[in-house]
Protein backbone atom coordinates (compact mmCIF):
# COMPACT_ATOMS: atom_id res chain seq x y z
CA UNK A 1 0.00 0.00 0.00
CA UNK A 2 0.92 3.67 -1.04
CA UNK A 3 0.37 6.93 1.23
CA UNK A 4 -1.21 10.05 -0.01
CA UNK A 5 -0.58 13.07 2.26
CA UNK A 6 -2.61 15.60 0.84
CA UNK A 7 -1.76 19.18 1.57
CA UNK A 8 -3.60 21.01 -0.57
CA UNK A 9 -6.00 23.91 -0.19
CA UNK A 10 -5.36 27.44 0.42
CA UNK A 11 -6.31 27.54 3.94
CA UNK A 12 -8.27 30.89 3.65
CA UNK A 13 -9.95 30.14 6.94
CA UNK A 14 -6.60 30.78 8.44
CA UNK A 15 -5.24 33.68 6.83
CA UNK A 16 -3.06 35.72 7.87
CA UNK A 17 -0.87 32.40 9.30
CA UNK A 18 -1.13 30.77 5.40
CA UNK A 19 -0.01 33.51 3.34
CA UNK A 20 3.10 32.82 5.00
CA UNK A 21 3.09 28.97 5.26
CA UNK A 22 0.80 25.70 4.37
CA UNK A 23 -1.57 25.47 6.75
CA UNK A 24 0.10 21.82 7.21
CA UNK A 25 3.22 23.16 8.58
CA UNK A 26 1.64 25.31 11.37
CA UNK A 27 2.31 23.89 15.08
CA UNK A 28 -0.29 21.63 16.78
CA UNK A 29 1.35 22.11 20.40
CA UNK A 30 4.98 20.67 20.11
CA UNK A 31 4.73 19.76 15.88
CA UNK A 32 4.14 20.87 12.80
CA UNK A 33 0.59 19.40 11.82
CA UNK A 34 1.70 17.66 9.44
CA UNK A 35 3.45 15.00 11.83
CA UNK A 36 -0.09 13.50 12.68
CA UNK A 37 -1.03 12.08 9.16
CA UNK A 38 2.47 11.36 9.15
CA UNK A 39 2.40 9.70 11.75
CA UNK A 40 -0.60 7.46 11.01
CA UNK A 41 0.42 6.25 7.55
CA UNK A 42 4.18 5.35 9.20
CA UNK A 43 2.67 3.43 12.25
CA UNK A 44 0.45 1.24 9.76
CA UNK A 45 4.14 0.61 8.28
CA UNK A 46 3.68 2.45 4.76
CA UNK A 47 7.47 3.71 4.29
CA UNK A 48 6.44 5.22 0.38
CA UNK A 49 4.43 8.84 0.62
CA UNK A 50 3.11 11.09 -1.87
CA UNK A 51 2.50 14.52 -1.09
CA UNK A 52 0.48 16.75 -3.08
CA UNK A 53 0.29 20.29 -2.27
CA UNK A 54 0.01 23.47 -4.37
CA UNK A 55 3.29 25.08 -5.52
CA UNK A 56 2.72 27.93 -3.51
CA UNK A 57 4.34 26.50 -0.65
CA UNK A 58 6.09 23.63 -2.14
CA UNK A 59 9.49 24.63 -1.13
CA UNK A 60 8.55 24.70 2.21
CA UNK A 61 6.78 21.44 2.77
CA UNK A 62 9.34 19.42 0.65
CA UNK A 63 12.70 21.85 2.66
CA UNK A 64 10.86 20.23 5.99
CA UNK A 65 10.19 17.24 5.06
CA UNK A 66 13.31 16.23 2.72
CA UNK A 67 13.73 13.11 0.77
CA UNK A 68 12.03 11.19 3.83
CA UNK A 69 14.92 9.60 5.51
CA UNK A 70 14.36 11.19 8.75
CA UNK A 71 11.16 9.91 9.00
CA UNK A 72 12.25 6.06 7.90
CA UNK A 73 10.29 6.74 4.75
CA UNK A 74 10.59 7.92 1.00
CA UNK A 75 8.65 10.97 -0.19
CA UNK A 76 7.44 12.28 -3.79
CA UNK A 77 6.40 15.20 -4.15
CA UNK A 78 3.18 16.15 -6.78
CA UNK A 79 1.78 19.51 -7.61
CA UNK A 80 -1.74 20.44 -7.43
CA UNK A 81 -1.25 23.68 -9.70
CA UNK A 82 -4.96 25.10 -9.11
CA UNK A 83 -7.22 24.29 -5.87
CA UNK A 84 -9.49 21.39 -7.75
CA UNK A 85 -10.75 19.40 -4.55
CA UNK A 86 -9.40 16.07 -2.46
CA UNK A 87 -10.13 13.52 -5.46
CA UNK A 88 -7.88 15.55 -7.89
CA UNK A 89 -5.06 15.72 -5.73
CA UNK A 90 -5.44 12.13 -5.34
CA UNK A 91 -5.57 11.52 -9.05
CA UNK A 92 -2.28 13.16 -9.44
CA UNK A 93 -0.85 10.31 -7.60
CA UNK A 94 -2.15 7.61 -9.86
CA UNK A 95 1.75 6.80 -11.68
CA UNK A 96 3.02 7.26 -7.94
CA UNK A 97 0.36 4.25 -6.78
CA UNK A 98 1.89 2.05 -9.25
CA UNK A 99 -0.92 -0.44 -9.31
CA UNK A 100 -1.38 -0.47 -5.52
CA UNK A 101 -4.45 0.26 -2.83
CA UNK A 102 -3.76 3.96 -1.38
CA UNK A 103 -4.19 5.67 2.06
CA UNK A 104 -5.30 8.67 1.40
CA UNK A 105 -4.86 11.11 3.91
CA UNK A 106 -5.00 14.71 4.93
CA UNK A 107 -2.47 17.18 6.38
CA UNK A 108 -4.71 18.77 8.43
CA UNK A 109 -6.62 15.72 10.10
CA UNK A 110 -5.34 14.82 13.28
CA UNK A 111 -6.34 11.19 14.47
CA UNK A 112 -6.81 10.35 18.39
CA UNK A 113 -8.02 6.58 17.02
CA UNK A 114 -4.81 4.04 16.40
CA UNK A 115 -6.08 3.31 12.37
CA UNK A 116 -3.21 0.39 12.38
CA UNK A 117 -5.29 -2.50 12.28
CA UNK A 118 -7.55 -1.75 9.73
CA UNK A 119 -4.98 0.42 7.08
CA UNK A 120 -3.06 -2.75 7.52
CA UNK A 121 -5.75 -5.47 7.14
CA UNK A 122 -7.29 -3.19 3.94
CA UNK A 123 -7.46 -5.73 1.06
CA UNK A 124 -10.02 -4.06 -1.83
CA UNK A 125 -13.15 -1.98 -2.42
CA UNK A 126 -13.10 1.23 -0.18
CA UNK A 127 -13.03 2.07 3.64
CA UNK A 128 -13.84 5.48 5.37
CA UNK A 129 -13.76 6.27 8.91
CA UNK A 130 -16.71 7.87 10.85
CA UNK A 131 -17.06 10.28 13.52
CA UNK A 132 -20.27 11.81 15.05
CA UNK A 133 -19.94 15.22 15.12
CA UNK A 134 -22.33 18.38 16.20
CA UNK A 135 -21.76 20.08 12.76
CA UNK A 136 -21.87 16.96 10.21
CA UNK A 137 -22.91 19.80 7.31
CA UNK A 138 -20.18 20.83 7.02
CA UNK A 139 -18.59 17.47 5.94
CA UNK A 140 -18.94 14.97 3.78
CA UNK A 141 -22.00 12.70 5.80
CA UNK A 142 -22.23 8.27 6.24
CA UNK A 143 -25.72 7.32 6.56
CA UNK A 144 -25.99 3.99 8.82
CA UNK A 145 -27.69 1.57 9.53
CA UNK A 146 -26.19 -1.57 11.74
CA UNK A 147 -23.04 -0.37 10.55
CA UNK A 148 -23.38 -0.79 7.10
CA UNK A 149 -23.33 3.07 4.91
CA UNK A 150 -26.69 3.41 3.28
CA UNK A 151 -26.03 6.76 1.05
CA UNK A 152 -22.99 9.83 1.44
CA UNK A 153 -23.57 13.37 0.87
CA UNK A 154 -21.13 16.19 1.11
CA UNK A 155 -22.10 19.03 2.56
CA UNK A 156 -25.46 18.49 2.99
CA UNK A 157 -27.90 21.00 4.40
CA UNK A 158 -29.99 18.69 5.72
CA UNK A 159 -27.78 15.58 6.78
CA UNK A 160 -29.34 12.13 7.47
CA UNK A 161 -26.64 11.22 10.07
CA UNK A 162 -24.19 13.36 12.32
CA UNK A 163 -21.30 10.84 10.95
CA UNK A 164 -18.70 12.56 9.54
CA UNK A 165 -16.57 11.41 6.97
CA UNK A 166 -12.80 12.13 8.14
CA UNK A 167 -9.99 12.93 6.11
CA UNK A 168 -8.33 9.26 5.70
CA UNK A 169 -9.83 7.03 2.81
CA UNK A 170 -8.61 3.87 2.01
CA UNK A 171 -8.52 2.51 -1.86
CA UNK A 172 -7.68 -0.19 -4.11
CA UNK A 173 -6.38 1.01 -6.86
CA UNK A 174 -9.81 1.72 -9.14
CA UNK A 175 -10.28 4.98 -7.68
CA UNK A 176 -8.03 6.28 -10.37
CA UNK A 177 -10.59 4.59 -13.04
CA UNK A 178 -13.00 6.48 -11.22
CA UNK A 179 -11.31 10.08 -10.42
CA UNK A 180 -10.29 9.43 -14.74
CA UNK A 181 -14.37 9.91 -15.27
CA UNK A 182 -15.69 12.56 -12.54
CA UNK A 183 -16.61 16.06 -13.64
CA UNK A 184 -16.36 18.65 -11.03
CA UNK A 185 -19.58 19.47 -8.75
CA UNK A 186 -20.97 22.95 -8.52
CA UNK A 187 -17.87 23.92 -6.22
CA UNK A 188 -16.24 23.43 -9.48
CA UNK A 189 -14.00 20.44 -7.29
CA UNK A 190 -13.59 16.96 -7.66
CA UNK A 191 -15.38 15.66 -4.99
CA UNK A 192 -14.00 13.16 -2.67
CA UNK A 193 -17.13 12.13 -1.67
CA UNK A 194 -17.69 10.82 -5.21
CA UNK A 195 -15.26 8.45 -5.61
CA UNK A 196 -16.28 6.69 -2.12
CA UNK A 197 -19.89 6.82 -3.62
CA UNK A 198 -18.63 4.91 -6.82
CA UNK A 199 -17.40 2.63 -4.10
CA UNK A 200 -20.70 2.35 -2.53
CA UNK A 201 -22.57 1.69 -5.72
CA UNK A 202 -20.63 -1.50 -6.14
CA UNK A 203 -21.52 -2.61 -2.50
CA UNK A 204 -17.67 -2.16 -1.87
CA UNK A 205 -17.91 0.59 0.97
CA UNK A 206 -17.26 -0.07 4.81
CA UNK A 207 -16.66 1.88 7.54
CA UNK A 208 -15.49 2.12 10.51
CA UNK A 209 -16.65 4.44 13.67
CA UNK A 210 -14.01 6.31 15.29
CA UNK A 211 -13.98 6.14 19.26
CA UNK A 212 -11.49 8.89 19.95
CA UNK A 213 -11.52 12.75 19.23
CA UNK A 214 -10.95 13.64 15.22
CA UNK A 215 -10.01 17.32 14.40
CA UNK A 216 -9.92 18.30 11.12
CA UNK A 217 -7.72 21.36 11.94
CA UNK A 218 -8.49 24.36 8.97
CA UNK A 219 -9.85 26.77 11.51
CA UNK A 220 -7.93 28.91 14.41
CA UNK A 221 -10.34 27.50 16.95
CA UNK A 222 -9.92 23.59 15.76
CA UNK A 223 -6.20 24.31 15.62
CA UNK A 224 -6.44 25.38 19.11
CA UNK A 225 -8.20 22.72 19.98
CA UNK A 226 -5.75 19.99 19.00
CA UNK A 227 -3.15 22.09 20.48
CA UNK A 228 -4.50 21.43 23.74
CA UNK A 229 -5.91 17.65 22.94
CA UNK A 230 -2.17 17.03 22.41
CA UNK A 231 -1.03 18.53 25.17
CA UNK A 232 -3.08 17.10 27.52
CA UNK A 233 -2.52 13.71 26.40
CA UNK A 234 1.33 14.38 26.87
CA UNK A 235 0.71 15.13 29.99
CA UNK A 236 -0.96 11.97 31.68
Not at 28 to 55: N, Q
Not at 160 to 173: H, K, V
Not at 185 to 213: C, F, M, N, P, Q
Request: charged share 25%.
Amino acid sequence: MKGILICGGTGSRLKPLTEITNKSLLPVYDKPLIHYPLETLLKAGIREIAVVTGSEHLDQIAAYLGSGSKFDCKFAFKVQEHPGGIAEALGLAEEFAAGESVCAILGDNVFFDDLTTVIKGFKSGAHVFLKSVDDPERFGVAELQDNRVLSIEEKPKKPRSNFAITGCYLYDNRCFECIRTMHPSARGELEITDVSKWYLGKGELAATILEHEWIDAGTFESLFEAATLVRNRRKK
